[in-house]
């Protein structure tokens, strides 16, 4: 190298020659820790190499052009951001020998600005595998509001639209079910999405049709493939998948009233001399009008306020969100297994998007989640991040653009209620006003039945009383839809002859039993309940059994506090029921009551604390 300087005049020979008499020492460099913030720094530079590119630019010069790169991040979010996933509370127990990863990305919806992004619990290797923005997973059921009710909404199904929740099989021999095996029979599109349930958002895409739903998750910048044209895509049934910054990009679009812009972390370049070499504003894009966002986040809003995201919930503020959970592949290396693949949670406030993963790397009999839901791990590093990014700062609430209205419908029919409506069948509903339904619902009919029996009243009934019934859709009757205890009965009564002529004595309320048409005495049901929890204590709920008679008996579960009221719940035909609506840290009191029967014992169940 010398004797080139001496060559090129950069030196002299005598110069050279010293230099070479030198005496060479050699300093060890300080030990130095990590850079602050790895994953955040290794996307900015993967962002700012391809920004370069696109403007002839190599990106090479990022390593050697005394380059300056503006950035997005708010530090005091990345850093409560790692210190969440530091904390390993924070995921569920994993494997001896490998832990549950995860990855979260924060943004702000009205730029695309990202604040703060994690893509991994522990960073081992410099540019290595960031799961934030490389990771393709499954999105499970946080997908529905980005290919089935959105899409939904803007072709005009408000979220009162209702849809008949029962086992359905679809083209192709597809049998999508339900994760808590309950079928709710008719139900909105708001409870369809607030307990997430699988039949109706399948049946709704295929209402709707699948090229729309693909196409609307396109506009939101999902990675879809034409092989995903199928009904699971309304599960999350994706040919590769999809990152955490992905969804979260896709969900900004409803927080920002239906315009969709690129999640990014470099907002400029600049030269060393501080030239602008050029300034990132991605392009904003209207994927969906006001209206259908404001009614999407209406919906979310109801996840997280009572339904499988009520773990996200930041006191005094207002949030909408989603969980979302795979199962284990249906393949031989499974069989028997019971859990979860990946788990999400994905929720905006008014100012910020936030999007949580959590599952393996890699997926294998040793390697699965163990009874984690994205309500569960996922939706409470949520909370734990989104509320101190937003501690000391104003409560905004979601902005309501022009158009929207309340109005009272018929739960069971969406429609405008009728006189037959029973009262806790009406709700109040938004709507925008183009959504507005203007008939009459037809879905409740009068039945004249006898008063002892409840059965279709014969021509010798002596008592016959005119009730109010629901009439389900065709080809559904037999008690498998939770609702169908509101179907008019289909027998004729025969506990009353031609010589019967006055009403039969009221029944008196004080006997341990009564009697059915033989004559026999029937004994009071026996019930028996026991708790069952996931890791963590997430999703608690509480399994009833008991034992009937036999025949074809209705039964109707009461629930109530140690000083509350009763509370019923959805009458069942059957000897079980599953009660999902429980509360960590509360007691609840059961018994069952049959038509016509005494009631059971009663059995106390307390809800341990987290």
């Not at 230099?19 to 060890?28: C, D, G, Q, R, V």
């Not at 895409?205 to 609307?216: M, N, P, S």
């Not at 009564?514 to 890791?535: D, Y």
């Not at 019923?568 to 079980?576: A, D, E, H, I, L």
Request: proline share 10%.
């Amino acid at each position: 190298v010398l004797d080139c300087m001496v060559k090129y005049g950069f030196i002299t020979p005598q110069e050279a020659e010293e230099a070479k008499n030198k005496k060479l020492e050699f300093k060890e460099a300080p030990i130095t820790r990590g850079e602050n913030f790895p994953y955040f720094i290794d996307a900015v530079i993967d962002e700012a190499g391809k920004l370069l590119e696109s403007q002839g630019i190599p990106s090479s010069e990022l390593y050697r052009g005394g380059l300056k790169i503006y950035t997005s991040l708010d530090q005091r979010i990345q850093r409560e951001m790692e210190a969440a996933f530091r904390d390993k509370n924070s995921f569920p127990p994993g494997a001896p020998d490998r832990p549950i990863e995860g990855a979260m990305v924060v943004l702000d919806p009205h730029t695309g600005e990202i604040r703060g992004l994690v893509g991994g619990r522990d960073y081992k290797a410099r540019r290595g595998f960031n799961r934030a923005t490389q990771a393709q997973r499954q999105p499970g059921s946080t997908i529905k509001p980005l290919v089935v009710y959105g899409p939904a909404l803007e072709k005009g199904y408000p979220p009162a639209y209702v849809i008949d929740d029962v086992p359905t099989t679809f083209p192709g021999n597809y049998r999508p079910e339900n994760y808590d095996g309950r079928y709710r029979g008719l139900i909105t599109m708001r409870e369809a999405l607030r307990w997430s349930v699988n039949v109706a958002a399948v049946k709704m895409l295929h209402t709707i049709g699948i090229e729309t739903g693909y196409e609307f998750g396109k506009r939101l910048g999902l990675p879809l493939r034409p092989e995903d044209k199928n009904l699971s895509l309304a599960l999350g049934g994706l040919t590769t998948g999809v990152s955490p910054v992905q969804m979260a990009g896709a969900y900004a679009a409803f927080a920002n009233g239906g315009t969709y812009i690129t999640p990014h972390c470099v907002t400029k370049i600049a030269d060393r001399h501080d030239k602008t070499i050029l300034v990132n504003r991605p392009p904003r894009r209207v994927v969906m009008s006001e209206q259908v966002a404001y009614l999407m986040t209406d919906m979310l809003k109801t996840v997280v306020t009572s339904g499988t995201g009520r773990n996200a919930q930041i006191p005094g503020r207002p949030v909408a969100g989603k969980t979302g959970t795979t199962s284990l592949p249906e393949t031989p290396e499974f069989r028997g297994l019971h859990g979860e693949k990946d788990a999400w949670f994905a929720g905006y406030t008014p100012e910020l998007v936030g999007v949580v993963w959590m599952g393996y790397d890699h997926t294998d009999p040793q390697h699965y989640l163990k009874g984690v839901a994205g309500g569960g791990y996922p939706a409470l590093l949520w909370r734990r991040v989104l509320e101190s990014a937003l501690r000391d700062k104003p409560v905004q609430d979601f902005p309501r653009p022009a158009g929207i209205v309340y109005i009272d419908v018929d739960a069971k029919s969406g429609l405008l209620p009728s006189s037959l409506t029973p009262k806790e069948f009406i709700i109040k509903e938004v709507f925008a006003e183009s959504m507005i339904p203007k008939k009459i619902s037809d879905v409740w009919v009068e039945v004249k039945v006898c008063a002892t029996s409840s059965l279709l009243a014969s021509p010798h009934c002596p008592n016959v009383v005119t009730k109010v019934f629901l009439r389900r859709p065709s080809g559904t009757r037999g008690g498998v839809a939770e609702d169908s205890y509101l179907e008019p009965p289909t027998q004729v009564c025969t506990l009353h002859g031609p010589e019967e002529k006055q009403p039969p004595e009221p029944p008196d309320k004080d006997k341990a039993a009564e009697r059915p048409e033989n004559g026999s005495k029937v004994s009071p049901p026996s019930l028996r309940a026991r708790l069952e929890v996931g890791p963590n204590l997430e999703q608690p709920k509480v399994v009833l059994e008991w034992t009937a008679p036999p025949g074809d008996f209705l039964f109707t579960v009461e629930r109530r506090s140690p000083s509350g009221k009763a509370q019923k719940f959805t009458p069942v035909r059957g000897k079980s029921f599953t009660d999902t609506d429980v509360e960590p840290g509360q007691t609840y009191i059961y018994r069952v009551v049959p038509a016509n029967a005494p009631p059971s014992n009663e059995v106390t169940v307390a809800i341990p604390e987290r």
